[in-house]
């Protein structure tokens, strides 16, 4: 997952010319090399990765909430297009607990 993450990072850091992809994208290289390395430092990167895209996520909800985009639209609507970044932070919080109990061996 991790190196999927960098490769969609890093393709967004080209597509969008964005410094801050490009650095999420070298991040999640690093801790992908980390981890199959069993670096112990790998697993402090893939706990901020995991933080920043649940946060990331947490805050588009929010903004949308505040501008008044979910009013317009069904609940049942409005759930059906959170379901996969729902799926995406299940998968940080999973990625997150496999880390830890790797690493507490």
């Known amino acids: 997952m991790l190196a999927l993450y960098a490769f969609l990072a890093g393709w967004q850091g080209i597509e969008l010319h964005s410094p801050a992809y490009a650095a999420f994208a070298l991040l999640a290289a690093v801790a992908c090399v980390g981890a199959v390395r069993l670096r112990?430092?790998?697993?402090?990167?893939?706990?901020?990765?995991?933080?920043?895209?649940?946060?990331?996520?947490?805050?588009?909800?929010?903004?949308?909430?505040?501008?008044?985009?979910?009013?317009?639209?069904?609940v049942g609507h409005?759930?059906?297009w959170l379901a996969p970044e729902g799926v995406l932070v299940l998968?940080?919080?999973?990625?997150?607990y496999a880390v830890y109990r790797q690493f507490k061996r």
Not at 42 to 59: D, N
Not at 91 to 96: D, F, K, T
């Open 78 to 80: 409005v759930l059906l």
């Open 91 to 96: 998968l940080s919080g999973y990625c997150s």
């Open 40 to 74: 112990f430092w790998s697993k402090y990167l893939v706990y901020l990765l995991a933080a920043a895209l649940i946060g990331s996520w947490a805050r588009s909800i929010q903004a949308s909430h505040a501008l008044g985009y979910f009013r317009i639209y069904s």
